[in-house]
């Protein structure tokens, strides 16, 4: 069974750094995107970052473009989110997700057909 599971979440103050991991377990997905994505109260699940199977193709969200970094170690089967500069509108649970189905990093949740159960990031001002 595949499982995916958030860690690193909390409270910060504004300018103030996190560090997200992803751990998979049940499958290896060396060779499949994996993302992150966010969900703020009242609203929408909200596309953050995604990450190639090799690591050298990784869109963003213009909103944390110079701010967040997504990388992952395969060798792990996990993926990171550094989180720096953080603003009180980054405040929401995050999710990471995986797609089993091809190694090329989308912005759709709906290309993604595993996910974790999220992890609350705080932003106080």
């Known amino acids: 069974q595949v499982q995916l599971v958030e860690s690193g979440g909390g409270l910060v103050q504004a300018g103030g750094s996190l560090r997200l991991s992803c751990a998979a377990s049940g499958r290896t997905f060396s060779n499949h995107a994996m993302a992150w994505f966010r969900q703020a109260p009242r609203k929408e699940r909200e596309f953050v970052a995604a990450?190639?199977?090799?690591?050298?193709?990784?869109p963003y969200v213009d909103s944390v473009k110079g701010r967040f970094t997504i990388s992952r170690d395969n060798a792990k089967n996990t993926v990171y989110l550094q989180m720096n500069n953080l603003k009180p509108e980054d405040t929401a649970v995050y999710y990471c997700a995986v797609d089993s189905r091809s190694g090329f990093p989308q912005s759709d949740p709906g290309a993604y057909d595993y996910w974790g159960q999220g992890t609350q990031v705080t932003v106080s001002s």
């Open positions: 990450i190639g199977w090799s690591g050298r193709y990784t």
